[in-house]
Structures are given as C-alpha cells and as structure tokens.
C-alpha cells in the first residue's frame, strides 16, 4: 500500500513553455503533498506543502506564480512550471502523507520523480 | 543553524560486508529522523524512522539505525550488504510538528561483488 505514482517520467519542453506534471496517491486519501526538487548530486529541496482545497505553502525562494500547485483532490496534485527556461531542468518528486494515526505521522509516500529538461 | 548532514558522499563496500552510513543534525531539540533510499527509476523508500523511545530501530531489508543524543548522530548499519543495496541513501529529520522533511546530500553506496 501506498503507493504514489507521477506522469509524466521525463518531458522536454521549449523555454517559454509550460508543462504539467501529475502527482497521484494510487491507494490512500492524501491530506497533504508536497513538491521536491532534486538537483544533481544534491538533496531533495522542498518546494512546496499542499493540502486539499487549500492554497499551497510555498518555501522561503520558490517562486509561487512560476510553480503553479493545484491540489484538487485528496489523491491528485499537480505542478505547472511556467515559461519555463532551461535553468527550471531539475527532477522534480512529489510526495505524499496520509493522516492515520501514529503509526505512520510524518511519513511520506514518496513518486518516482519527473525529469525536466527545458531547451 | 539547522542542518543534516551526511558526510560521506560515496561509499563502495564488498557485497556481504557490514555496513555503516553516518548522519548528523543540528537542531535545539531531538526532531524525528529517518532514513530513505532512493533507486534508479523508483521513488524513495522509508528503511525506517526514529520519534522516541528504544534508540536501535529496526527497518525494512536487514537495516538497523542507532539514535545517539550525545553525538546527534542516527547512523544507518547493515551487518551484510547485499549487491540489491547499491543506491542512493538519504537522512532526512523532522523538525517537530510541521510535517516538514529536510534532507541531508545523500550517500551513494556502491556494492562490489
């Protein structure tokens, strides 16, 4: 169980373009998502908390109107990159967490990640 | 400032050899730690997590993680790697109450056969 998938796995886009990636809990109600970015060699820097219904809580240097979080459902997130530019290529994850008591607070279902790449 | 780091970058070990992966943190109290691997193609795994109590946590595929206050260190060990193992190993802690993970760079294990 808890199984979070994304889509796409990989995307190329034009700069000046956006892309859509999708972020889905396959077999729980999510409370909240969160978007990550990865950069090479580097950890996973949070970009973003959402919960359903709710305006996403961006952190401190993410641009909230590049990075578009819409959290529709309790098992559907997505992140829009707009006008993308080459320097937004990152692997982006999505994870998510589910509110079921103590046995698994704070834990988070982690995606298989969505690699960017903007030419 | 808060931070989690795991000092060793790289790590390649011969398959059936034990296994040590350090983590550190810097936070004013004890925040809730846990370790992930991450593999090719897969998103990240939880091996196991740490809130209170016994500080040697038993974890998913033979992983075992020690919390030590007096060193704000959860070292990650394995008694005998298997070639399955090689991947990406992250630390992450949580603060305390904002359900908020932050991660240390990550240690890439490389198992030798």
């Known amino acids: 169980g808890a199984v979070v998938s994304q889509h796409p796995s990989r995307v190329i886009c034009k700069s000046g373009t956006s892309v859509k990636i999708e972020c889905r809990s396959l077999?729980?109600?999510?409370?909240?998502m969160f978007w990550y970015r990865q950069f090479p060699k580097k950890s996973l820097m949070l970009m973003a908390t959402?919960?359903?219904?709710?305006?996403?809580?961006?952190e401190q240097g993410v641009e909230k109107d590049k990075f578009l979080i819409n959290h529709a459902s309790l098992t559907l997130s997505t992140l829009t990159v707009t006008s993308a530019h080459p320097e937004d290529s990152s692997f982006y994850i999505c994870?998510?967490?589910?509110?079921?008591?103590?046995?698994?607070?704070?834990?988070?279902?982690f995606g298989p990640g969505t690699r960017l790449t903007v030419t | 400032a808060q931070s989690v780091t795991q000092p060793d970058i790289h790590i390649t070990v011969s398959e059936g050899a034990s296994l040590e992966l350090r983590c550190n943190y810097s936070?004013?109290?004890?925040?809730?730690l846990f370790w992930y691997v991450q593999s090719p193609g897969q998103g990240l795994q939880l091996l196991l997590k740490?809130?209170?109590?016994?500080?040697l946590v038993q974890g998913i595929k033979g992983f075992e993680a020690e919390f030590k206050r007096s060193q704000s260190s959860f070292n990650l060990r394995k008694p005998s790697v298997h070639w399955s193992d090689a991947a990406e190993y992250f630390c992450?802690?949580?603060?305390?109450?904002?359900?908020?993970?932050?991660f240390g760079t990550g240690t890439q294990l490389k198992v030798e056969l």
């Open positions: 959402s919960n359903e219904g709710s305006k996403a809580t961006y």
């Open positions: 992450a802690v949580e603060p305390g109450g904002g359900n908020k993970l932050t």
């Open positions: 994870s998510a967490s589910r509110d079921s008591g103590k046995a698994t607070l704070y834990e988070q279902y």
């Open positions: 936070y004013g109290a004890t925040p809730y």
């Open positions: 740490y809130f209170s109590g016994d500080t």
């Open positions: 077999d729980f109600q999510a409370t909240t």
